[in-house]
């Protein structure tokens, strides 16, 4: 699998997304940034951060399934997917939010339990492959959206985003009442009816991302090489109904061991081969967050990595190219850094060091909390106090551009989604602990020959 991976996958759906440039809002929506000076601590900074990005999964998700809406535009324009499209990946990091706003105390826990049953009962409802969730569905009926033209069926990559999430929220609701104890029954069919193995393409000893039962396996997507799809690997060697060989892992994920590399950037090490890298051996900084919103880094290892080595020296390389700023761009600096795949001035890029296009993207840093915390405060701090404008109702705004005087005020629920997670778990573990309690998910890292710290 070449680096292209989810950023350029998206790129396909928003090949045809023309993004005006809003360059002001209006005044009221300045508030949204709180007036934040130097007289807010830390701790006020990030709970505001956190409830903000919460909202967007709580307030602004589409009502019929309570679930993530792909895209929340707030000056109302809707180019390509309508309001009631819903994103299964972005679907699991929301419900993982979810578990922040019980926790903070944005909302209680018996409101959680009753949105995320109202979930349940769509998800059970909805179009499956194999057990295996589309990108998109619509949020109305349940039936497949397209994500492209041959993206007609199964996304195995978005279903163990899904799945991670709802594996962490049936951790913390195992031992509660009875109506919690329904819901844990759910989410334990819906993990076992999960065919990990089908997508193995009759028997390869690799993952295929897609499958389709017009389009077969058309797409064509064998996952292997370091990319963000560490946990479909790890949950589909977990599942105790449906699960993958180690083989499967070793020779497709790892590629016989062609995976690790010995590069340095920035004077970090690399640790894996980021796969057909050309200017920069590095990728999008979504590749640190997505698999690690519940697996914990912490102490993870195997033959290849040092995970936390892994994802922390990747924070510090955006962190340190954006100190060096070698395409001069404005803004760029030790308070205002990150580059991920994000809205762009032109429809959807995967920024990257080697792709940099003089857009940042919040979430870049404010994922990163856990490993780069004084830098991404020093990210977060200047974002509140000093570039309100980029501050809308679920927080940051998804991309800027300081050089081109660009931004737009919209969002997107897998860049929205790791924000409170990641904060949350720089700030307390909670995530991470739930997820890696999980007795499956424990007898799958075994299987595949990890080391892990459980907190």
Request: hydrophobic content about 35%.
């Given at each position: 699998?070449?680096?292209?991976?989810?950023?350029?996958?998206?790129?396909?759906?928003?090949?045809?997304?023309?993004?005006?440039?809003?360059?002001?809002?209006?005044?009221?929506?300045?508030?949204?940034?709180?007036?934040?000076?130097?007289?807010?601590?830390?701790?006020?900074?990030?709970?505001?951060?956190?409830?903000?990005?919460?909202?967007?999964?709580?307030?602004?998700?589409?009502?019929?399934?309570?679930?993530?809406?792909?895209?929340?535009?707030?000056?109302?324009?809707?180019?390509?997917?309508?309001?009631n499209t819903v994103t299964i990946g972005g679907s699991g990091f929301g419900v993982m939010a979810i578990l922040v706003g019980i926790e903070r105390g944005f909302i209680t826990r018996d409101e959680a339990l009753n949105?995320?049953?109202?979930?349940?009962?769509?998800?059970?409802?909805?179009?499956?492959?194999?057990?295996?969730?589309?990108?998109?569905?619509?949020?109305?009926?349940?039936?497949?959206?397209?994500?492209?033209?041959?993206?007609?069926?199964?996304?195995?990559?978005?279903?163990?985003?899904?799945?991670?999430?709802?594996?962490?929220?049936?951790?913390?609701?195992?031992?509660?009442?009875?109506?919690?104890?329904?819901?844990?029954?759910?989410?334990?069919?819906?993990?076992?009816?999960?065919?990990?193995?089908?997508?193995?393409?009759?028997?390869?000893?690799?993952?295929?991302?897609?499958?389709?039962?017009?389009?077969?396996?058309?797409?064509?997507?064998?996952?292997?090489?370091?990319?963000?799809?560490?946990?479909?690997?790890?949950?589909?060697?977990?599942?105790?109904?449906?699960?993958?060989?180690?083989?499967?892992?070793?020779?497709?994920?790892?590629?016989?061991?062609?995976?690790?590399?010995?590069?340095?950037?920035?004077?970090?090490?690399?640790?894996?081969?980021?796969?057909?890298?050309?200017?920069?051996?590095?990728?999008?900084?979504?590749?640190?967050?997505?698999?690690?919103?519940?697996?914990?880094?912490?102490?993870?290892?195997?033959?290849?990595?040092?995970?936390?080595?892994?994802?922390?020296?990747?924070?510090?390389?955006?962190?340190?190219?954006?100190?060096?700023?070698?395409?001069?761009?404005?803004?760029?600096?030790?308070?205002?850094?990150?580059?991920?795949?994000?809205?762009?001035?032109?429809?959807?890029?995967?920024?990257?060091?080697?792709?940099?296009?003089?857009?940042?993207?919040?979430?870049?840093?404010?994922?990163?909390?856990?490993?780069?915390?004084?830098?991404?405060?020093?990210?977060?701090?200047?974002?509140?106090?000093?570039?309100?404008?980029?501050?809308?109702?679920?927080?940051?705004?998804?991309?800027?551009?300081?050089?081109?005087?660009?931004?737009?005020?919209?969002?997107?629920?897998?860049?929205?989604?790791?924000?409170?997670?990641?904060?949350?778990?720089?700030?307390?573990?909670?995530?991470?602990?739930?997820?890696?309690?999980?007795?499956?998910?424990?007898?799958?890292?075994?299987?595949?020959?990890?080391?892990?710290?459980?907190?």
């Open positions: 699998m070449k680096i292209s991976h989810l950023y350029k996958v998206h790129f396909v759906a928003f090949l045809l997304l023309l993004i005006g440039c809003n360059k002001g809002i209006k005044n009221n929506q300045k508030t949204y940034a709180a007036s934040v000076d130097n007289e807010w601590s830390d701790e006020e900074l990030l709970n505001l951060i956190q409830k903000q990005t919460f909202n967007y999964f709580w307030e602004g998700a589409e009502p019929n399934s309570g679930m993530a809406r792909e895209r929340l535009h707030t000056d109302d324009v809707y180019p390509t997917s309508p309001k949105r995320y049953l109202k979930i349940m009962d769509f998800l059970e409802k909805s179009d499956r492959f194999h057990g295996v969730w589309p990108h998109w569905l619509n949020g109305e009926t349940g039936k497949i959206v397209p994500f492209s033209k041959k993206d007609t069926g199964g996304d195995l990559v978005e279903t163990a985003f899904l799945v991670q999430g709802l594996l962490t929220v049936s951790e913390y609701f195992k031992d509660g009442n009875e109506k919690e104890k329904e819901l844990t029954a759910k989410i334990d069919k819906l993990w076992k009816a999960v065919e990990w193995n089908w997508y193995t393409k009759n028997g390869e000893d690799v993952l295929y991302w897609h499958w389709s039962p017009t389009d077969g396996w058309d797409m064509d997507f064998p996952v292997g090489g370091y990319n963000e799809c560490l946990i479909m690997y790890v949950l589909a060697a977990a599942s105790p109904t449906h699960p993958i060989e180690p083989s499967v892992y070793h020779k497709g994920w790892a590629r016989k061991g062609a995976i690790v590399s010995k590069e340095k950037f920035y004077g970090e090490d690399l640790v894996l081969d980021y796969y057909e890298h050309d200017e920069a051996p590095v990728g999008p900084l979504f590749w640190a967050h997505y698999s690690y919103l519940g697996l914990n880094p912490k102490g993870l290892s195997d033959q290849y990595a040092d995970y936390w080595k892994l994802v922390q020296n990747q924070a510090k390389i955006h962190y340190k190219y954006a100190v060096d700023n070698p395409k001069n761009y404005k803004g760029y600096g030790d308070s205002l850094w990150g580059l991920t795949s994000s809205y762009s001035i032109k429809g959807y890029k995967g920024h990257r060091p080697g792709n940099d296009l003089g857009v940042i993207s919040p979430t870049a840093a404010l994922s990163s909390f856990p490993y780069t915390p004084k830098e991404s405060m020093q990210m977060l701090r200047n974002l509140y106090k000093n570039h309100d404008s980029l501050i809308g109702k679920y927080g940051p705004y998804d991309a800027f551009s300081l050089e081109y005087n660009w931004y737009v005020p919209r969002y997107l629920a897998i860049d929205q989604g790791p924000i409170p997670v990641m904060i949350e778990n720089y700030r307390t573990g909670l995530l991470w602990k739930l997820f890696m309690q999980n007795k499956d998910v424990q007898n799958g890292l075994d299987k595949l020959g990890f080391k892990y710290e459980l907190i």
